[in-house]
């Protein structure tokens, strides 16, 4: 005998997690489709040189490497950004631009696993390529605040900020030489303390740090704009365009600026966002992304700009299920009890008559005991059995018992028993 | 630069194809739902003992086999069936028995690719698991019929037979010691002509294989228990039991007996069924399966017997487009002009009551010329244009264009527009 076990880092889903995890991703979905945005897949397998890239950093040692039968160095994705990329490169002649497109697929890491941070897990991407637009910019904003307003979130608040505005205030200050340093100092501004930060600008700039953490602070104010044509005569930027965008969509409460927003060292080259849910910051960002100048530089000549994001599907779900914004799990309604062997294809006529009111519905597949049946419907947590007995066929009744409450009723016609099963108010359970 | 390339037999999948997909996957995830199936996942990798099993088989050959950092062998699964073994022999304790379980995910084979064969490719199966009953055997068969006409698949024919009954005719005959060479000749019963099988049922058992062809021929005129009660004194079988079901849910234009299928050396032990659809039998079997015995044998003491079944989502693919049989791509319906950057909260006030309407929508991000606004339009199959210029805003009318025919309409409220667009009448692109 084999010891049944899986690989550390790896986990099996199992009915319920799976069913919200659905249930997750067609709420995406929908809102994605509601804008016009097209799914791809790409393979789990890519050659070790595309998902490499230049290569070098952090990353490669994250990426599930190996060598296949035929000798050949290949790896399973590690996001679905290189991927991306590839096919943008591949597919140019057949793909209409600008391109709207979202993934949502498992990727792969070797990385050690870690409390909590699995080896295989689920990304949720969308992107608009090929253009570079202040509409692109703000559509992708209010596609986040679209995705997570039908999924029940309110209290979240997306943080913008702008690379490129960095980069002109860091020119004018004197600091571009530094740039990369301070983005990645910046990028831990909530993550440590001030005075921490502050050291660290010093380290590398003296003095001038002040302005940075005066012009950071300032943001909060919403003077920043003011500020930034006093002080360094940079005036009608592209994020305050977005911003008296949400001024005149009246969403202020969800939309801010923020310069400590940075997204470390990725490759982004305009805005760039994270998005936090305000009762739950300990989360993380649950959408983050930005724009960048050209996706395809490692595969192609031609050039593509474009804005993306991407959705942390696990922090949502928990976020979900802490504040129960996932409606119950219901696998099924009904019950129909096994009474005699005989009438199976009673019960399956039945069955089918509830089946085409859109009412999940099984029999028990087998003529046993009735408690053993009961347990079933019980730990699957069905609320309703359906009894078909000599009686009830005698009378040409239907007997529903409600399995929680124990409660029976009996219906003439089946469309009454619909009728009543359909009504939420009646399932005690869901 | 590096060539964007993906590895031989693997492909990208562009949003048509990924759209039909999700089609196919939804429409078959509705009648699993309607039955009160759950869905589970696993781990795309393994270890390699997990895959193997006892292994030296042909399977073994076929597996994506590697090495991992950790010096650990592993995997890619190669199927849902394994998976499902190890799985229940690890989570017996919180699973609801009889578990009815599907599984919808990528598989991979190490196999050289061949023509229409590829190395990543989906499937889809479905199982019953923890019981041996009738009941249970006649709920995969409803289950497919259903699956089918869900899909709009008519003229379909499940072909079933039952390991066990051939078995005790072998023994009648006299010619069990032969019991696997025999199912594996008769399994290629419709890929050679009869006398090849006669003649290698020949070599085996001599005279006998008479018998076994008579037997064949006689599943076609329905005789086929009496010749079992007559001739080897077999009666009151588990298959006589079901076809008598079927007959009496009216359904044997959709069901047949036939001993020709046989799954080969599978591992099934009781009913196996074969689904064709008959006006495109050489597409092969779209749905295929059977009853075994012990699932977990490999990994637990404790027996589940259980019967499951394998669609072939590409197979039916191939058939519901050949025949139209998927709604034509629709990815949106809608898309409003950008005429000026500075009407965009305009744009999106409307765009948000048509999103509300559950109508795929969407502004054009960026205001550029309109010919490019309706070549995008064009390319992705959007039948409508809708005009917010300074006329149409000055008269308070939305004006709509119908991109194929150029005819132009206009409406004084947005609620009419929205119910015009929701017509499908209207959409002549659709």
Redesign the interface.
Known sequence: ???????KG??????EE??Y??YLINKIEETL????Y??????????K??LL?KGGGETDKQV??????GD?E?G?RYDLTVPL???V???EN?I?F?F??YHIA?V?R?EKPQRGRFR?FYQADFD?IG?D????D??II?LIY?LLKNLGVNNFIIKINDRNLMHSIFEKIGVSNFEKQILSILDKYYKVSESEIKENLNTIMGDKSDDIIKMIKSTKELKIFELLKEKYDISDTRLEKIIN?IK??DLEQYVEIDFAITRGLDYYTGIVFETFIKDSIELGSVCSGGRYDNLTS????NKYSGIGSSIGLDRLMTYLLERNLVPKVN??NLLIA?LN?KD??LY?NILSRI?SS??????????IKLKKQFK?AE??N?PFILFLGEEEKENSIYKLKNIRTGEEKTFSKIEELIIYLKNPQNSTNL
Not at 1 to 7: D, G, V
Not at 133 to 136: F, R, V
Not at 358 to 367: A, L
Request: hydrophobic share 40%; aromatic share 14%.
């Open positions: 005998m084999i010891e049944p076990k899986i690989l790896f986990k099996d889903a199992l009915p799976e069913y995890r659905k489709h509601l804008f016009g097209l799914p791809i897949d790409t393979p789990a397998l890519e050659y040189d595309i890239g599930f490497l190996f060598t296949d039968k050949r290949v399973l990329a590839r096919f490169s591949m597919h057949e209409n600008p709207k497109r498992k792969w070797g295989e608009i253009i637009s202040i509409e692109s703000i559509e209010l679209n965008f005149e969509m490692l595969f192609s000549k696998f099924c096994n062997e199976l294809s399956y089946h859109k009412i999940n519905c099984e029999i028990y597949p087998q003529q079933y730990d699957k069905i």
